[in-house]
């Protein structure tokens, strides 16, 4: 089948729109018609990472339509609406059958080197194989996944806002309700208000916490943030995080930190400012020529914790359908998350607002495709189902 998708042909390159040739899916493999897909900040580091296999077509953050099935899925069917996860898990392995699927490792070898778990591509453009990105590859009018990242959401569920859950929303939530475990009546500290930041505030707002403090060095992120829950700022640029912190917490410090910049000087002004057993969370990913230094002096006595996560220690298939309740519900902000809604031909504007100092980083751009009002597949039609 040929398919209009944005292609990455050279390092740091402006993207091609072209025609693309999209295999039939192979046992556990879904073909998804993409209805939306965000333009992340991790999309613009895959442009300008010289390991990035090319050509490749970028995107990880989407949402869709099943299309067709290959043999052996049993978890959706074709009409299903479904939330993309870029991190599939294998369900066998040491990680998994412990509960903690978001440490499974199947994924990775197969994620760096452009392919589908097996190995292999379903693209090709011209003759030439085309690699896929983080197993979605959403920057086309069809992807075909693993089917352990489809999940299924509500009919009701708008795919614009459910393309968002995937990523940065399923860490910053999961930030806070998983890795940190946030109490109700607690204190937490957000350092970096950006699309995973906000995220963690909504997600400390929902477990309960009493003071949520949104600490940052951009003014307009600190006033965004008291739209998602943020009870408290702190400017880090213009004040002493620390001392900051304790004064909003009646000398103690936080609860809970969570450093959501991927700088290690944030991440030990988070350290600093946590009370005596207390949590903090590193979702950012740390420059590896960096160092985190954090005071020797006393340490085993302070009983703090520091726990990294990925992904927000987020099990999709429990998550997912979570935060599209809560956002029925009226509970969880997506609309706001989404900052523009554009084409594909125009996604290499999305990609030109990262560099604009100016532009707002709290949510995403969303590229949007036509969804027809139809079953797509006989399959489909059997069940007497319209695809929405």
Same mark, same amino acid.
């Given at each position: ?31 998804? =018609?993409?209805? @939306? ?25 989407g949402?869709? %339509? ?14 299903d ?34 392919t ?15 690699y ?19 999940? =299924? ?39 970096? %208000? ?6 963690? %505030? ?38 002493? @995080? ?11 410090g936080?609860?809970? @930190? ?9 991440a ?22 960096k ?10 006595r ?6 990294g ?21 009226g ?42 009002? =139809?079953? @797509? ?12």
């Amino acid at each position: 089948m040929k398919m209009k998708a944005a292609v990455m042909t050279g390092y740091g390159q402006p993207l091609e729109v072209k025609e693309v040739e999209i295999a039939e899916p192979k046992a556990n493999e879904v073909i998804v =018609k993409i209805a @939306a897909t965000g333009v992340c900040h991790s999309d613009l580091n895959a442009l300008n990472d010289e390991t990035t296999p090319i050509p490749t077509i970028l995107g990880h953050e989407g949402a869709g %339509i099943v299309e067709e099935v290959g043999p052996n899925v049993k978890n959706v069917k074709p009409g299903d609406k479904v939330a993309l996860s870029w991190v599939p898990y294998c369900g066998t392995c040491e990680f998994c059958i412990t509960g903690n699927v978001h440490l499974c490792e199947s994924a990775f070898g197969p994620m760096f080197n452009g392919t589908l778990l097996d190995g292999t591509s379903r693209l090709s453009c011209d003759g030439e194989k085309v690699y896929h990105n983080s197993l979605l590859s959403t920057f086309s009018e069809y992807a075909v996944v693993p089917e352990m990242s489809c999940v =299924k959401i509500p009919d009701e569920m708008p795919l614009a806002q459910a393309s968002l859950i995937g990523c940065g929303v399923a860490t910053g939530y999961g930030a806070a309700v998983n890795a940190a475990g946030v109490k109700p009546g607690s204190t937490v500290a957000i350092f970096g %208000i950006g699309g995973v930041g906000v995220n963690a %505030i909504q997600g400390a707002r929902i477990a309960g916490a009493s003071k949520i403090i949104a600490c940052d060095v951009k003014a307009s992120n600190l006033e965004i943030a008291k739209k998602f829950g943020a009870t408290d700022t702190v400017n880090v640029g213009e004040e002493n @995080a620390e001392e900051a912190l304790k004064s909003l917490t009646g000398g103690f410090g936080v609860h809970y @930190a969570i450093d959501c910049t991927g700088n290690t000087n944030a991440a030990e002004s988070a350290w600093k400012g946590t009370r005596k057993g207390g949590t903090v969370v590193i979702v950012g990913a740390f420059n590896p020529s960096k160092v985190l230094s954090l005071p020797a002096g006393g340490f085993h006595r302070v009983g703090k914790v520091l726990k990294g996560s990925f992904y927000g220690d987020t099990q999709p298939f429990r998550d997912f359908p979570i935060i599209s309740k809560l956002y029925l519900d009226g509970r969880f902000n997506l609309d706001d998350l989404v900052l523009d809604r554009i084409k594909l031909d125009d996604i290499n504007k999305a990609f030109d607002s990262f560099h604009d100092c100016c532009s707002i980083n709290v949510g995403r751009t969303v590229i949007e495709f036509p969804i027809d009002k =139809k079953p @797509a597949l006989s399959v489909a039609n059997s069940e007497g189902k319209e695809i929405n």
